[in-house]
């Protein structure tokens, strides 16, 4: 097959997986994103992530993760989902942790996928990447024209909204590169308005060290009190600024049996979270998102939002 036959197939493969969309992009350095991630750091924008730090030259220039790297491939995952959490009042868990770890669910389809492409091109070098390396997803999906990032700093799409993963593939293969799309947010600033502890102070920008699902899920130790009125009930990670996104209404439910809810927390009481023990929590969260926070962490959280609702 030649360059545009493999990256046909390859477009083709990705939505056989389950993938809503597919797009590549040269693999080079990310020339825009130096300045912003440098002063984004600078600020401390990152809080007590000290991992974002590290691999600054990675972070930009995926050549350093898989050498010879001649192809970005990005791909985006929809874990959208019409199902509420059974009781109104308990405390609130972020949609994309509703159903099985999505790096587990996620890693296993790229994978399948490198097979796919090492089985009809032959042999190739190549990583897959999902959340879990120092790679800047966000702005290489928008650099494939899957989207724009958003005044709300996420990733959005016209056709989708915003309630999808992003997952790479960087390969030494030599494929047919997407453009950006425009950017479709326009005047709004719904998100900014509706951002309880003002994370997003700005379009386009973001303090994560005061975003919820950072207080929730990567701050380890104690939840600040100036925050004490601003949680909103969320007990991990926090959905509000995509909620509030106009562009979320053509989200796309999902079809993925392992990200359906499970079928023990997600119809827990008020009364049932705050009484989790370590074994409930080690049972009901084991192939979970939420194991992130460790039940240490989601203890905190419960307690914190609690006294403060």
């Not at 996620?106 to 190739?124: F, T, Y």
């Not at 023990?264 to 009481?269: A, E, G, K, P, R």
């Amino acid at each position: 097959m030649n360059k545009s036959q493999i990256t046909a197939d390859l477009k083709s493969q990705a939505l056989k997986l389950g993938f809503l969309n597919c797009g590549i992009s040269k693999a080079d350095f990310l020339e825009e994103e130096a300045p912003r991630l440098e002063r984004w750091l600078k600020n401390n924008h990152h809080g007590k992530m000290g991992y974002m730090e590290r691999n600054f030259d990675k972070r930009l220039d995926p050549r350093k993760l898989v050498p010879g790297a001649k192809s970005v491939v990005s791909l985006i995952y929809s874990y959208y989902s019409k199902k509420k959490q059974s009781d109104p009042k308990a405390p609130k868990v972020a949609m994309y942790a509703y159903g099985k770890d999505y790096h587990q669910v996620l890693k296993k389809k790229l994978r399948l996928l490198m097979e796919h492409l090492k089985e009809n091109v032959g042999d190739i070098n190549g990583r897959v990447f999902v959340d879990s390396a120092p790679i800047m997803e966000r702005p290489w999906a928008a650099k494939s024209g899957l989207g724009w990032i958003g005044k709300n700093t996420l990733l959005l799409n016209r056709k989708a909204g915003s309630y999808f993963f992003i997952a790479e593939l960087v390969t030494d293969l030599d494929l047919e590169y997407d453009g950006p799309t425009t950017d479709h947010c326009g005047t709004c600033t719904a998100c900014i308005d509706a951002c309880p502890t003002q994370a997003l102070y700005a379009p386009y920008q973001m303090d994560a060290s005061k975003c919820i699902s950072y207080l929730t899920i990567e701050l380890r130790d104690e939840i600040p009190q100036e925050f004490k009125s601003s949680m909103e009930n969320w007990a991990f990670g926090c959905d509000i600024c995509q909620q509030v996104c106009p562009w979320t209404k053509f989200a796309q439910e999902h079809n993925e049996p392992e990200f359906e809810p499970n079928g023990q927390w997600f119809h827990f009481n008020e009364s049932q979270w705050e009484e989790m023990t370590l074994e409930v929590f080690n049972k009901v969260f084991k192939n979970s998102a939420v194991k992130r926070t460790k039940f240490k962490g989601l203890k905190r959280n419960l307690k914190f939002v609690k006294v403060n609702k």
